[in-house]
């Protein structure tokens, strides 16, 4: 009977030792959540540029000139377009310089899906007058947001006589960047100031 009491008394002391020993290690207090409202992110305007001399010829038979800054022939031209998926083209704009009163040039936005054999038209701008350069634009899109999963996109140029040309075409756009929500940034911060503390590297 007197073992089991001292027994009992020993682990009575041990429980109370370990007990305080406890309480005096320090804890790391947990980060409260952050309820501000997370603000909603900023919708961005870019641009894509494509230069005169970026663009090639349909066939090896067409007669053309071209340099840098802008390409100049009879016939038709393309240059592909990269733009970001699920960004949303608002406007195209052509700058040129055209010399043949009978007809106009045209610049446009075309889109085809994986293996089709034919393009749908976004957007189109034209040339006009005989007589110097200018520019002109479409604001009026069609299947106005990007779709790299199911589709590729260029721009295709219909000159019909060589004393056209093509110096620019410039595709506006707009799109949302990523962002981290405000409670990840502070709860990553949270993250890393428990990892400093000497408590969490000495355990």
Known sequence: MKKSIYVFAVTVVIATLVISSTANIPMTKNAEKDDTPVEPLVTKTDYFS?????????SSSITYTKDGMRISGEGKFYAPVYL???A???????YWSD?????????????YSFGSPSSQTMAEASTSGSTGSGASEDSSI????????????????DFPASVISCYNVVIEYNYEP???????IYEESQMLN???????LEQ
């Open 50 to 58: 494509i230069p005169g001399g970026a663009f090639n010829p349909e």
């Open 84 to 86: 970001p998926n699920e």
């Open 88 to 94: 949303k083209v608002t406007k195209l704009l052509f």
């Open 99 to 111: 010399y043949y009163g009978a007809d106009d040039g045209t610049a446009s936005l075309e889109r």
């Open 142 to 157: 069609d299947n106005e947001e990007i779709d790299n999963s199911q589709y590729s996109y260029f721009v295709a140029l």
């Open 178 to 184: 990523l962002s981290a929500s405000a409670n990840m």
């Open 194 to 200: 428990v990892v400093k503390s000497p408590g969490f």
